[in-house]
């Protein structure tokens, strides 16, 4: 079984600074991958970054880049120069060999000016 | 990635009805699942349509009540049977693409669905 907790419901920031969203999981699996994906309003799921767990280099995808500590089974993703169009619900996200997703409670991120 | 549309965007549904929701990719693709979003939740597994034979469900999810067809590589439906107002949610299908290894997920834009 796969499990994925976020810690934070919400988070503010302000326009071109940096923020930082949690995620912690827990897995049986020995191979296994980790998503960061966001729902804006619209409500489309749109994934920003991926990490697998085989992986000691972090992950980075533009102004996206996440820290992932194996050990501690925890995989957060800092958003630099922060935009507007980053507000949206954040999802964090492990699927292993069998591709099925577990999603966490979600981060609702606030960008404000 | 792939494109992913979905049909109906949303829909208002009286209980005890049926609703099918049509999911088509632009590509073939090995996997395609079923979400289910209820309102200010996150997202639940609930089948995983597999093309030329039975859908595998989710613990808590059953055939009678959500059944899947998969005729091919592109194209998915999900039935929500003998609807009541627990039902109301958003939908979702999400395709794996063929490249192999990648188990990235991409999510079409989702089915509101009210019932009452």
Do not use: H
């Not at chain 2, 949303?10 to 979400?35: A, E, N």
């Not at chain 2, 627990?86 to 989702?110: A, H, K, N, R, W």
């Amino acid at each position: 079984a796969q499990t994925v907790t976020q810690s934070q419901p919400e988070m503010s920031v302000q326009e071109a600074e940096t923020v930082t969203l949690s995620c912690t999981y827990d897995t049986s699996e020995n191979n296994y991958y980790l998503f960061w994906y966001k729902q804006p309003p619209s409500r489309q799921m749109i994934l920003v970054i991926r990490q697998e767990a085989y992986k000691q280099q972090n992950a980075t995808e533009n102004r996206f880049s996440v820290n992932f500590q194996k050990a501690a089974k925890s995989f957060s993703l800092k958003i630099s120069d922060s935009q507007l169009g980053d507000t949206a619900m954040y999802f964090c996200a492990i699927t292993g060999t069998a591709s099925k997703l577990t999603f966490g409670t979600g981060t609702r991120l606030q960008v404000t000016l | 990635s792939a494109v992913i549309s979905q049909k109906p965007s949303r829909d208002i549904c009286q209980r005890g009805t049926s609703l099918t929701i049509q999911c088509q990719v632009d590509s073939q693709v090995t996997m395609m699942f079923w979400y289910r979003q209820q309102p200010g939740q996150s997202l639940t597994l609930i089948a995983t349509a597999n093309q030329g034979s039975e859908a595998t469900y989710e613990s808590g999810f059953v055939i009678d009540k959500f059944p899947i067809s998969r005729p091919n590589l592109t194209f998915s439906t999900l039935t929500v049977s003998n609807m009541s107002p627990e039902d109301s949610s958003i939908y979702l299908c999400s395709v794996e693409p063929l490249t192999v290894g990648s188990y990235e997920q991409y999510f079409g834009p989702g089915t509101r669905l009210t019932v009452t």
